[in-house]
């Protein structure tokens, strides 16, 4: 009897993440779910984009020195840059996002990020940006 409960536990169990595997692959390619799953997930801005992307670093022990930039403009991303390897500084990404709506026919949406050791050794934020169409 126990044998038979484990067996149809772990078949129950290979089933749900079989279909909980393909339903997020078949998503992530042809948005499978609907957009009210999408809009709630934390990584998705509906009806924003980002226009511009910003790296500040700030001193720890300098306590006239702040990470935070002006929080009706930016958006900070809350992790630390240097992963806390750096014991009295530390470093995080501000984007800068619009509504859809709001764009105008000058405005500079960022497409790609590339981040990496610069020549002199500081950390460098290489952006592409493309003109609104």
């Not at 670093?57 to 009706?72: G, Q, R, Y």
């Not at 403009?73 to 009295?88: E, P």
Request: a positive charge; one cysteine or more.
């Amino acid at each position: 009897m126990t044998r038979r409960i484990v067996r149809t536990i772990t078949q129950l169990t290979a089933a749900a993440l079989l279909a909980f595997v393909v339903i997020f692959l078949l998503d992530r390619n042809f948005r499978l779910l609907p957009n009210a799953v999408h809009e709630y997930m934390p990584q998705h801005n509906h009806g924003l984009v980002v226009t511009d992307i910003t790296v500040k670093s700030c001193n720890k022990v300098n306590i006239f020195s702040s990470c935070k930039l002006d929080p009706e403009v930016w958006h900070r991303i809350d992790k630390n840059l240097y992963l806390g390897n750096a014991w009295v500084s530390s470093a995080y990404i501000h984007v800068q996002r619009k509504k859809e709506e709001d764009l105008t026919a000058d405005d500079k949406v960022v497409i790609d990020v590339k981040m990496g050791i610069e020549t002199g050794g500081i950390m460098g934020l290489a952006l592409c940006s493309a003109a609104r169409e």
